[in-house]
């Protein structure tokens, strides 16, 4: 696994690449970005982005969403997949934030993760987006490629959690897991875009890739030719 300096140089080095990541998140309040982060499970940003203004049209607020029945909001976030489980738990968890929250969400990973529907990487991802305390949400983007550069080893998000956050400054955890993952959509994806990756010359993965094609015999090169012997 690289050293902390190592890991700090491959993350200018994506910042370079992918400047404003920071800024891909845009939601006017900690519980917008809240139920849009758990709206996005299994779906896409843009499919999320498509619903959220009708829906926060109508239900500006979480006392006014707790108000609310998951039947109705299940034809409103249809397009999201997983309807049904995602709207028992967004009117879950803006219960949840009435009653024990004065309707606020709260700074806080213990009590954010206590809420329906909110796990691990919804917590952290609306702590550092929407409510200024350090976190580094990982998603299969950020296993995927920290794995591939070597900054952190395992599949158990929690354990990549912390290994990144052990090799940078809590300032920096929020950033990078953006540009992980926006690395990991954009040029290293499952079949990996390494000639345009600006960290290629750091990635393990790559120079694996490369050691392998090296192995590989050319297809359609042909052996020494062989001479006939002239028939009698």
């Not at 409103?76 to 969400?105: D, P, W």
Request: proline share 8%; aromatic share 4%.
């Amino acid at each position: 696994m690289k050293t902390p300096a190592q890991t700090r140089r491959i993350i200018d080095g994506l910042d370079g690449q992918h400047p404003g990541a920071d800024t891909e998140l845009r939601y006017r309040n900690a519980y917008e970005l809240l139920v849009a982060t758990i709206l996005s499970a299994q779906s896409t940003d843009a499919r999320v982005n498509m619903v959220t203004p009708a829906l926060f049209g109508r239900y500006p607020d979480a006392a006014a969403l707790a108000a609310a029945a998951p039947a109705e909001i299940e034809p409103q976030i249809h397009s999201t997949g997983f309807f049904r489980a995602k709207s028992k738990a967004i009117v879950g968890m803006a219960r949840a934030l009435v009653a024990h929250h004065g309707g606020e969400v709260p700074a806080d990973m213990a009590a954010l993760t206590a809420l329906p529907g909110v796990g691990r990487k919804t917590a952290n991802v609306v702590l550092g987006h929407a409510l200024g305390v350090p976190g580094l949400p990982v998603d299969r983007h950020v296993l995927r490629v920290a794995n591939r550069l070597s900054i952190a080893e395992g599949d158990n998000p929690e354990t990549v959690e912390q290994q990144l956050c052990a090799a940078l400054p809590p300032a920096r955890w929020t950033v990078t897991s953006d540009l992980l993952i926006l690395h990991g959509r954009r040029i290293c994806k499952p079949k990996p875009l390494c000639d345009q990756c600006a960290v290629r010359d750091d990635c393990d993965y790559a120079r694996a890739l490369d050691h392998e094609r090296a192995q590989k015999p050319v297809r359609g090169a042909r052996g020494p030719r062989r001479l006939r012997t002239p028939r009698r």
